[in-house]
């Protein structure tokens, strides 16, 4: 329901002029203005503190002498249309047009996959992997490489890239959205130059893949691991706005997690690993299927996150990380 500011402020004034059951009408609108009012607040309240005010997208300075001044005309459309927006269950990442992931400002809009928090945390384990490698001479010759399938806005492979200055990164999506969104990122951060971003479908074009990555330290994705049966249950601001693609993992999940570990051998060098971050029902799944259908990859340990948090899945949350290593031959 969208109500302008003029409206709500003036419905209480304008009801007092009508004779025939103006209490009746003149206490719909008072109770129009505080429905409106309190869906304001509960919006701004679930705005990120940095832009709790949403005075503008170009994240104006919040002064407190500014908390008493009265809103131009400009400044109230403005927030009415930030509100609608939210009001239609758009995720305030897409209507802000950026979020933060670890130490990166990230720009996003749909229906590209919005990076979550745990995800984080995937990143950490891959980048203490690889520095406490390096550290040990493991790969020094070379560039160190890493792959990353399904790199939706860039987040993982841009942190990688960030604090690993000599890592090299290929990025690939089946998504020319997210393939584009993660090269703008990259140029932003400045990036791009240790960068391969390139549009390809894991699971129908195997051979373009071993085509561009070869001899990788490690492969890391957080591929769509949903269970097809699921997504009906997703929140709308999931459900609404993010591309399916993103979450669908097919009827148990795996579709695109067995693919990956199927390519695992063939892309990783001799002592490469497979990072997942996967459903918490997964682990035991992944490992019979891994052990029974790629001998060349050895399951190492699964990890939950710390947060213990389900954020966006009526679900406990606790997601796991799957960390498959491939055995040196
Ligand atoms: C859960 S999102 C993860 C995005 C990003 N890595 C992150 O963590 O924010 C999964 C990504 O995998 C991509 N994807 C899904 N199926 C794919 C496939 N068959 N080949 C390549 N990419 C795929 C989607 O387009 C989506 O961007």
């Avoid at 129009?32 to 503190?49: E, K, P, V």
């Avoid at 996967?278 to 340990?301: G, T, Y």
């Amino acid at each position: 329901m969208y109500f302008s500011a003029e409206f709500i402020i003036c419905a209480p004034v304008i009801s007092t002029h009508c004779c025939w059951s103006a209490a009746h009408i003149k206490l719909l609108f008072y109770f129009i203005y505080f429905f409106a009012f309190c869906r304001s607040l509960w919006l701004i309240t679930d705005l990120n503190q940095k832009y709790v005010f949403l005075l503008s997208t170009q994240k104006e300075c919040l002064e407190r002498k500014r908390l008493t001044e009265f809103l131009s005309c400009e400044k109230t459309e403005q927030v009415w249309r930030l509100c609608t927006r939210r009001l239609s269950r758009m995720p305030v990442q897409y209507i802000i047009g950026e979020w933060d992931f670890r130490d990166l400002t990230l720009k996003l809009r749909p229906p590209v996959f919005i990076p979550r928090p745990e995800t984080e945390e995937l990143v950490e384990l891959v980048l203490t992997d690889l520095q406490r490698e390096s550290r040990a001479g493991v790969g020094s010759a070379a560039q160190e490489s890493c792959v990353e399938v399904g790199c939706g806005s860039g987040a993982i492979s841009l942190s990688l890239l960030k604090s690993l200055p000599r890592l090299k990164v290929f990025a690939l999506d089946q998504s020319q959205d997210a393939v584009e969104l993660t090269r703008e990122n990259a140029s932003r951060l400045g990036l791009q130059d240790r960068l391969q971003v390139s549009r390809v479908d894991v699971m129908k074009d195997a051979d373009r893949v071993l085509s561009l990555c070869s001899s990788a330290s490690a492969l890391v994705s957080n591929p769509p691991y949903l269970f097809s049966e699921d997504l009906q249950s997703l929140e709308p601001e999931i459900y609404r706005f993010e591309d399916h693609a993103a979450l669908d993992g097919g009827e148990d999940g795996l579709t695109v997690i067995k693919q990956i570990l199927t390519l695992a051998p063939l892309i990783l060098s001799n002592h490469g690993r497979v990072y997942l971050e996967v459903d918490p029902r997964h682990p035991p799944l992944i490992r019979q299927w891994a052990e029974e259908n790629v001998e060349e990859l050895r399951f190492v340990e699964t990890r939950r996150d710390t947060s213990g948090r389900f954020v966006f899945i009526n679900k406990e949350k606790t997601f796991h990380i799957s960390n498959i290593v491939k055995e040196a031959y």
